[in-house]
Nanobody
Framework: QVQLVESGGGLVQAGGSLRLSCAAS????????MGWFRQGPGKDRQFAAG????????IYGDSVKGRFTITRDNAKNTVYLQMNSLKPEDTAVYYC???????????????????WGQGTQVTVSS
């Protein structure tokens, strides 16, 4: 059973940057695609970014493309989300998610992910 723990959230001014981390334990982190989702106030959970198990392939949601970068360090069992040029509309709880073992495709739907962290709050002030 994989456990995911996010960190790095906080309060930042518009235009600023934050880096989120997601530490994985209890499973074969290197063998699964990972993703970040976010849920803003009163909104549905939304796909933000995903990365293949090797880290060579990434995809992004349209609203974060060009501003956010997802990476992973398999030696540290950690996936990161670097968020630059933050906007107030980026305010949300950010969730790290992992697909099951051997699931290679980067999913963009919540249903494709088997493991979830507890979330970390990101608040962007104007």
């Amino acid at each position: 059973q994989v456990q995911l723990v996010e960190s790095g959230g906080g309060l930042v001014q518009a235009g600023g940057s934050l880096r989120l981390s997601c530490a994985a334990s209890g499973g074969s982190f290197y063998n699964t695609a990972m993703g970040w989702f976010r849920q803003g106030p009163g909104k549905d959970r939304q796909f933000a970014a995903g990365i293949s198990r090797s880290g060579r392939s990434t995809i992004y949601g349209d609203s974060v493309k060009g501003r956010f970068t997802i990476t992973r360090d398999n030696a540290k069992n950690t996936v990161y989300l670097q968020m630059n040029s933050l906007k107030p509309e980026d305010t949300a709880v950010y969730y790290c998610a992992g697909r099951g073992p051997g699931k290679l495709r980067i999913g963009e739907s919540e249903d494709e992910y088997d493991y979830w962290g507890q979330g970390t709050q990101v608040t962007v002030s104007s």
